[in-house]
């Protein structure tokens, strides 16, 4: 399978995006010196010089007496360089350097997670600044206080937060250290279950620090719900927390026994103080608290398959028995030598294969996607069935559960070595009844046919007519169709209506998948705004490239709607709705970690920067916090027409809304020729889709 996992954030093709952070290392004889110049010189500077413009954003972390500061320019480069040289000139500082900074982003879970992080980063800075400035008293209490409020956002049951504390005891491991006290670990067990912050704590004072971390915490949960982590959510939470540690200047030992203690309240404690509530969850779930750490490294195959189809069971990806059944039957381990088990089983894509200039080309998709299009797909005993993009081969094994006995399953590959990867993987798990081809899948495999079931993965930019003349009567394909040249991609259940119309009523998947190679390969267009910005069109729509390479050279322009939504919300198809209402043209914005940290560009993390242009003008899809877990909708626009667009813009989420936000979208594919492409059809060379709402 070809999934990409930052496929509504990927550069366009041979394009790197370029980083504006800059990074400055002021070296100090102590630790002690180095604070007292962060507390007098830095934090009044710094908090200055982004009141002012002259900075973006910054943040910084601590290497003993070395703090590395990350900062992100504003639009006066000339008053940049006035800044670095005034806050460089300190008798206090030993030694300057400014090496390239390079962001962890895979650490940290992604592009997307990546910027979730330099907002934290830069919010939790400009705090602990201002805190050390105050004297900065509590600060172990603090850090316990500020990482419980972010995992607890991200959806973590308390002992799954137990979990957290155990790897970032394992990462600040200090052999001689003594146990925790009994006292530690009372004090610790009074700050992980507080509901509320003292009268007098200095996140009373300043509540804005707890929400930037109860914020993060939610994003980071919302994008893990979506599969889009690059690393399983509590390695991404872990890592936060030494980070927090660091900017706070908690020691290495210190964090260890902060960390050992909450493990101990975690696991060994038996109960937990009256009234304790934890955020986003039911009174069932704070008490499931295990009787002992869990290391995966524990577990059996067998102990993390059935690991896995639990989550997947509980967020609603398995709805069937006999899709659940396939999935704890399947050993995925045969299919990935040389992956380690606990990454085997995780809910992230697996990338088996790039190109030379590291692009995914082949993966093992993630699991919750492969459960939702078997799911659509319905394959049942005895059907004849056809997968084009066979990659690791298990996919292929799942569909021969689901047609046991007396079906068949034929996959294909465009690679050789793909090919032979998926067959070697089959033999070793023992699915004997399932055919491997290695050729171009747009072609299908016209010897076999006809297929009672289709199943596509990869992102597709027609339905071929191999597809159509192989599928059979009454048969049902599902394909991640790119439904705008923008990229924007469902993946639709078509069922077959008769020889020349296919019909999808059921509720596609929102995905991104790597596209098709070989002869139906498709290449997106896409416009450049700036260094780590591009706008994502249709060319048919004859955009003024010019103009929009200029759009972001005027100021923005703001417009919101009283629209409140959730994450939870389903509304995952205003971006299609929007395609298929609006009469500007559409495109999708593709906006990097640099370009939203600095606020050049602030699209909502939902619906891939979806957008509408004219001439020289775009306006896009935002969201403002209104109160916890709830934002404002509205429209962001840059360009000489910014208003106007931005009016019309919030004037179709005012429809949209008042339509009662539409999410059922009902597409009919026809094949080419049959019928004449009317107004508002989506014309390929051998189908003709009508979408409506």
């Given at each position: 399978?070809?999934?990409?996992?930052?496929?509504?954030?990927?550069?366009?093709?041979?394009?790197?995006?370029?980083?504006?952070?800059?990074?400055?290392?002021?070296?100090?004889?102590?630790?002690?010196?180095?604070?007292?110049?962060?507390?007098?010189?830095?934090?009044?500077?710094?908090?200055?010089?982004?009141?002012?413009?002259?900075?973006?954003?910054?943040?910084?972390?601590?290497?003993?007496?070395?703090?590395?500061?990350?900062?992100?320019?504003?639009?006066?480069?000339?008053?940049?360089?006035?800044?670095?040289?005034?806050?460089?000139?300190?008798?206090?500082?030993?030694?300057?350097?400014?090496?390239?900074?390079?962001?962890?982003?895979?650490?940290?879970?992604?592009?997307?997670?990546?910027?979730?992080?330099?907002?934290?980063?830069?919010?939790?800075?400009?705090?602990?600044?201002?805190?050390?400035?105050?004297?900065?008293?509590?600060?172990?209490?603090?850090?316990v206080l500020l990482a419980t409020r972010l995992i607890r956002a991200a959806g973590l049951e308390f002992s799954e937060q137990g979990d957290v504390w155990h790897q970032v005891a394992a990462r600040r491991h200090q052999p001689q250290a003594p146990t925790p006290s009994p006292g530690l670990i009372a004090a610790m067990q009074r700050l992980l279950t507080a509901a509320d912050d003292a009268p007098r704590s200095p996140l009373s004072a300043t509540p804005q620090w707890s929400r930037a971390h109860e914020q993060a915490g939610r994003d980071l949960g919302f994008l893990d719900r979506h599969g889009t982590l690059t690393r399983d959510l509590?390695?991404?939470?872990?890592?936060?927390?030494?980070?927090?540690?660091?900017?706070?200047?908690?020691?290495?030992?210190?964090?260890?026994?902060?960390?050992?203690?909450?493990?101990?309240?975690?696991?060994?404690?038996?109960?937990?103080?009256?009234?304790?509530?934890?955020?986003?969850?039911?009174?069932?779930?704070?008490?499931?608290?295990?009787?002992?750490?869990?290391?995966?490294?524990?577990?059996?195959?067998?102990?993390?398959?059935?690991?896995?189809?639990?989550?997947?069971?509980?967020?609603?990806?398995?709805?069937?028995?006999?899709?659940?059944q396939a999935f704890r039957t399947v050993p995925r381990e045969w299919f990935l030598p040389g992956v380690d088990l606990e990454t085997v089983y995780t809910r992230r894509q697996i990338v088996t294969k790039r190109d030379p200039t590291g692009a995914a080309l082949s993966s093992a998709s993630s699991p919750s996607l492969v459960a939702d299009m078997l799911e659509q797909l319905d394959p049942q005993p005895g059907d004849h069935i056809l997968e084009i993009g066979a990659a690791t081969?298990?996919?292929?094994?799942?569909?021969?559960?689901?047609?046991?006995?007396?079906?068949?399953?034929?996959?294909?590959?465009?690679?050789?070595?793909?090919?032979?990867?998926?067959?070697?993987?089959?033999?070793?798990?023992?699915?004997?009844?399932?055919?491997?081809?290695?050729?171009?899948?747009?072609?299908?495999?016209?010897?076999?046919?006809?297929?009672?079931?289709?199943?596509?993965?990869?992102?597709?930019?027609?339905?071929?007519?191999?597809?159509?003349?192989?599928?059979?009567?009454?048969?049902?394909?599902?394909?991640?169709?790119?439904?705008?040249?923008?990229?924007?991609?469902?993946?639709?259940?078509?069922?077959?209506?008769?020889?020349?119309?296919?019909?999808?009523?059921?509720?596609?998947?929102?995905?991104?998948?790597?596209?098709?190679?070989?002869?139906?390969?498709?290449?997106?267009?896409?416009?450049?705004?700036?260094?780590?910005?591009?706008?994502?069109?249709?060319?048919?729509?004859?955009?003024?490239?010019?103009?929009?390479?200029?759009?972001?050279?005027?100021?923005?322009?703001?417009?919101?709607?009283?629209?409140?939504?959730?994450?939870?919300?389903?509304?995952?198809?205003?971006?299609?709705?929007?395609?298929?209402?609006?009469?500007?043209?559409?495109?999708?914005?593709?906006?990097?970690?640099?370009?939203?940290?600095?606020?050049?560009?602030?699209?909502?993390?939902?619906?891939?920067?979806?957008?509408?242009?004219?001439?020289?003008?775009?306006?896009?899809?935002?969201?403002?916090?209104?109160?916890?877990?709830?934002?404002?909708?509205?429209?962001?626009?840059?360009?000489?027409?910014?208003?106007?667009?931005?009016?019309?813009?919030?004037?179709?989420?005012?429809?949209?809304?008042?339509?009662?936000?539409?999410?059922?979208?009902?597409?009919?594919?026809?094949?080419?020729?049959?019928?004449?492409?009317?107004?508002?059809?989506?014309?390929?060379?051998?189908?003709?889709?009508?979408?409506?709402?």
């Open positions: 399978m070809d999934l990409d996992p930052e496929a509504d954030t990927e550069a366009p093709p041979g394009v790197a995006p370029v980083s504006r952070w800059r990074q400055v290392n002021l070296s100090f004889a102590s630790w002690r010196a180095a604070e007292e110049y962060a507390a007098t010189r830095l934090a009044p500077a710094l908090a200055a010089a982004e009141d002012n413009g002259v900075l973006a954003a910054f943040w910084f972390i601590r290497k003993t007496e070395t703090w590395r500061l990350r900062l992100l320019p504003g639009g006066q480069l000339n008053q940049f360089y006035v800044l670095l040289a005034d806050i460089t000139a300190d008798d206090r500082i030993r030694d300057v350097m400014e090496p390239v900074y390079r962001p962890e982003a895979y650490a940290f879970g992604g592009d997307h997670a990546m910027t979730i992080a330099h907002t934290l980063f830069h919010a939790d800075s400009r705090h602990i600044l201002g805190h050390l400035a105050a004297g900065g008293d509590h600060r172990r209490e603090l850090g509590r390695g991404v939470l872990t890592h936060h927390i030494l980070f927090l540690f660091n900017r706070l200047g908690i020691s290495a030992a210190d964090t260890w026994h902060l960390a050992t203690a909450a493990v101990h309240v975690t696991f060994h404690t038996s109960t937990i103080p009256p009234g304790y509530h934890l955020a986003g969850t039911t009174d069932s779930r704070v008490k499931a608290v295990k009787n002992s750490p869990a290391d995966p490294a524990d577990f059996s195959a067998a102990d993390l398959r059935e690991q896995l189809v639990t989550t997947l069971k509980q967020r609603g990806h398995l709805r069937s028995a006999r899709v659940e081969g298990i996919n292929a094994a799942l569909l021969a559960e689901l047609t046991n006995p007396g079906g068949t399953v034929v996959t294909i590959e465009l690679d050789q070595d793909l090919a032979d990867g998926a067959r070697a993987g089959l033999d070793r798990a023992g699915y004997d009844t399932v055919e491997v081809i290695c050729g171009d899948g747009a072609l299908g495999h016209p010897e076999s046919a006809p297929y009672q079931r289709i199943i596509v993965t990869a992102g597709a930019w027609d339905i071929s007519a191999a597809w159509w003349h192989q599928l059979a009567e009454r048969g049902r394909l599902v394909v991640p169709l790119r439904v705008h040249e923008s990229g924007l991609t469902r993946c639709f259940a078509f069922d077959r209506a008769d020889p020349t119309t296919l019909v999808s009523t059921t509720a596609p998947l929102v995905c991104g998948f790597v596209p098709m190679r070989g002869a139906a390969e498709h290449t997106d267009q896409h416009v450049r705004l700036d260094t780590d910005a591009a706008l994502k069109l249709d060319a048919n729509d004859q955009p003024d490239r010019a103009a929009l390479a200029r759009a972001l050279c005027h100021a923005r322009y703001e417009r919101w709607t009283g629209i409140q939504v959730t994450d939870d919300d389903p509304i995952g198809h205003l971006d299609l709705w929007l395609l298929v209402n609006a009469s500007k043209p559409f495109g999708r914005l593709r906006a990097g970690d640099t370009a939203r940290t600095s606020g050049l560009l602030t699209p909502a993390y939902r619906w891939a920067g979806a957008a509408i242009y004219d001439g020289g003008t775009i306006a896009y899809l935002a969201f403002q916090q209104s109160s916890d877990g709830h934002h404002e909708l509205g429209a962001i626009a840059n360009g000489p027409d910014a208003d106007k667009l931005a009016a019309e813009l919030t004037d179709l989420l005012d429809q949209w809304d008042s339509a009662g936000r539409p999410n059922q979208p009902i597409v009919t594919a026809h094949r080419t020729g049959t019928r004449p492409v009317q107004t508002g059809n989506i014309s390929r060379p051998d189908t003709i889709l009508t979408i409506s709402f």
